[in-house]
């Protein structure tokens, strides 16, 4: 059976027009689908019952429940859910005052090999459909709430470019989710030729992975910059225009001794030099075996005054979820663990 | 940045094991041994980076793939022969080779960047291990062997041969006796070796800075 739930219009066109249905069923279906709770085919009650019949006969609606949820006292939550694989993905739930983010995964596993990274340990097992990515933030309970979109999860989500391409067309089209593309971010480590496509076919953010100006300490980081240097992701970036609609923010996770000296905040100036940007660092959840450590909060907080005062606008994203493996991937690993 | 494309009539195309194929077509111009191509069927179309697996003097360029059923293009690109069309971009990547000895690791594909080092006459003070499922997968084995000697190890997970270790690279690198401190250590092949093999090389007492990894993607 083939899931509905995170097919576009056309591809709903597609279902009707196979299906014998008339045009406007697609526009029905987007609506049972993305605009309300829906259950099951037998749900769209203004489709006939005979054409709800041909429906069930080849699709599903697709949704899948979490199987598991962790809630810290901080109000964060990581919900599980299972894959085709056997294995999980992590969704989480950050609530900030009238903000309401929720962080999506995009892959099982991940193929990047980052040195921080917890899902790359993971190895990588497939990548999730647009549907898998849209059922995060239909399948949570606070679904409803939901003001903002990270597309930060497990995986790198330009690794996997047409399915969240399509997810951000339902997110964001009329007939779907019709969500500000300005309240959705998508990170990357910085593939170029997709990143370059998801600059020209989508409208949401922007959030580029840096982690050292330099490219040899880089290179320990990120076996991307190998393929793709930063000096070559920066400048494809210089090339797009992100003015007060659009913003490119980078993320710097903090690692003591390694990027967080005077030396690299006058290196990030440097090389962000005339593109309009923030920065947004970020704690370092350690995990087990890394051969890095945390900054020390007095590090962090001087970094981001230095380049502050050097007219780089910098902000320490708050740790959240602490006691409840707030590193991306602790929480399915230990999961696969006990399963094993 | 943009990676200047033109299309290359194939010399030759050769199935070399079940699903793994080398494709050849004539260089014309100058690359490290250890960087990439992207190839794609069509000038517009998805491109897909790959190491060049031939040496850096050489008349052709050599390509080793194996064929990803669910892929978009190894599929179509199993199906060409000689005389037949795709497109290429140019050279690029930082995964290259320089006079420090060094342990190259590889899995499965992962060794064409290796082999291209070999064949530009960089194999000098380097030893390489090479992980396969099946003893037939051992490419170039006659030229790494002749050319290496000691300095090469094939670790084989699912045959067995009085020749090669049984098992994985990584069980090879849990047991060998000692990982030299003052190496550079080289990893090449699927994300999961890579990550599992780095995670050893750090516990057992290789500092990070001296792992390079290349992953496939």
Redesign the interface.
């Known amino acids: 059976m083939e899931p509905l739930f995170g097919k576009t219009l056309s591809e709903l066109s597609e279902v009707a027009d196979e299906a014998g249905l008339p045009a406007f069923a697609a526009n029905q279906m987007a609506d049972w689908l993305y605009k309300k709770p829906t259950g099951s085919i037998d749900d769209m009650t203004n489709l006939s019952k005979k054409a709800r019949e041909t429906l069930k006969e080849n699709y599903t609606i697709g949704m899948a429940a979490c199987v598991n949820m962790q809630e810290s006292t901080d109000g964060t939550k990581k919900y599980l859910f299972n894959t085709k694989t056997g294995k999980f993905i992590e969704t989480a739930y950050i609530p900030d005052k009238d903000r309401h983010t929720v962080c999506v995964s995009t892959q099982v596993?991940?193929?990047?090999?980052c040195?921080f990274c917890m899902t790359?340990?993971q190895?990588?097992q497939g990548n999730l459909s647009a549907g898998e990515i849209l059922n995060q933030l239909r399948s949570i309970e606070e679904s409803e709430k939901i003001t903002n979109i990270v597309y930060m999860g497990m995986g790198?989500p330009l690794?996997n470019l047409d399915a969240v391409l399509k997810s951000l067309e339902i997110l964001t089209a009329d007939w779907g989710f019709a969500m500000s593309p300005r309240r959705i971010t998508v990170s990357t480590i910085g593939?170029?030729?997709a990143m370059k496509e998801f600059l020209e076919k989508s409208e949401a953010h922007l959030a580029v992975s840096l982690h050292s100006p330099y490219?040899?300490e880089r290179?320990?980081l990120m076996?991307?910059?190998?393929?793709y240097?930063l000096d070559?992701v920066l400048?494809?970036i210089r090339s797009w225009d992100f003015g007060r609609q659009r913003r490119v923010s980078f993320e710097y996770i903090m690692f003591k001794d390694l990027n967080d000296t005077p030396m690299h905040v006058r290196e990030l100036v440097k090389k962000l030099d005339g593109i309009r940007c923030r920065i947004n660092l970020i704690r370092f959840h350690p995990i087990p075996?890394t051969?890095l450590d945390t900054s020390t909060d007095s590090t962090i907080r001087e970094f981001k005054e230095n380049l502050n005062n050097q007219g780089i606008v910098t902000t320490i994203r708050a740790s959240r979820g602490e006691d409840i493996y707030a590193a991306c991937g602790l929480l399915s690993t230990k999961e696969l663990v006990n399963k094993k | 940045?943009q990676?200047q494309l033109s299309k290359k009539t194939l010399s030759f195309t050769d199935e070399i094991a079940e699903g793994v194929y080398l494709l050849g077509f004539e260089r014309d111009f100058e690359f490290k041994a250890g960087q990439?191509i992207?190839i794609g069927m069509e000038k517009e179309g998805p491109?897909r980076?790959y190491s060049i697996c031939s040496g850096e003097r050489e008349h052709e360029i050599m390509i080793l793939y194996n064929v990803v059923e669910e892929g978009y293009l190894t599929p179509r690109l199993c199906d060409l022969t000689e005389g037949d069309e795709i497109w290429v971009t140019g050279p690029?990547?930082?995964?290259l080779y320089d006079s420090a000895p060094a342990l190259w690791i590889a899995s499965g594909t992962g060794v064409a960047p290796f082999y291209s080092m070999l064949r530009s006459g960089q194999h000098e003070n380097k030893t390489l291990i090479h992980g396969e499922r099946y003893l037939e997968r051992f490419y170039f084995y006659n030229e790494f062997s002749e050319t290496l000697g000691e300095q090469y190890t094939r670790c084989c997970s699912a045959e067995d041969d009085p020749a090669v270790f049984r098992g994985r690279v990584t069980a090879y690198l849990q047991q060998v006796a000692a990982l030299p401190s003052d190496f550079k250590y080289y990893l090449c092949g699927?994300?999961?070796m890579?990550?599992?093999t780095?995670?050893i090389l750090?516990?057992r007492g290789i500092?990070?800075?001296q792992?390079?990894?290349?992953?496939?993607?």
């Open positions: 596993g991940c193929k990047m090999g040195l790359g340990k190895g990588f790198e690794d593939i170029i030729p490219d040899e290179k320990q076996p991307i910059q190998q393929v240097p070559e400048s494809e075996d051969p | 940045m990676q990439v992207g491109r980076l690029r990547g930082e995964f699927r994300a999961e890579v990550v599992e780095r995670d750090i516990a500092p990070y800075n792992i390079i990894s290349e992953i496939y993607f």
